[in-house]
């Protein structure tokens, strides 16, 4: 019923930047938060920012100054522009999205399937 496409992975040496993209598409009825988690092997996968859809924002400290989400709800998408990329910020980037359909009006959380970022020179 609903499905979430990023892109815009991939390898960069240190302090470069990426973006990412997921659109989310289907039998949707509403969105509400939406955001990006990212998991290193071996780890955890853990919250790198969230958006709302009024436009609020939450970020994980170590990312602060450096990544900035954003959405376009007319598009049903949102995005992270990574700047000053370290080898840290390695990992799969996972977004997901707090989305209510059309068959049954609830919130649902679903996820994407995932895009590699690799920082390294």
């Known amino acids: 019923q609903v499905q979430l496409v990023e892109s815009g992975g991939g390898l960069v040496q240190p302090g470069g930047s990426l973006r990412l993209s997921c659109a989310a598409s289907?039998?949707?009825?509403?969105?509400?938060?939406m955001g990006w988690y990212r998991q290193a092997p071996g780890k955890q996968r853990d919250l790198v920012a969230a958006?709302?859809?009024?436009?609020?924002?939450n970020y994980a400290d170590s990312v602060k100054g450096r990544f900035t989400i954003s959405r376009d709800n007319a598009k049903n998408t949102v995005y992270l522009q990574m700047n000053s990329l370290k080898p840290e910020d390695t990992a799969v980037y996972y977004c997901?999205?707090?989305?209510?359909?059309?068959?049954?009006?609830?919130?649902?959380?679903?996820w994407g399937q995932g895009t590699q970022v690799t920082v390294s020179s």
């Open positions: 997901y999205a707090d989305i209510a359909v059309y068959s049954d009006y609830r919130m649902y959380d679903y």
């Open positions: 289907g039998s949707i009825f509403s969105i509400n938060a």
């Open positions: 958006i709302t859809s009024g436009g609020s924002t």
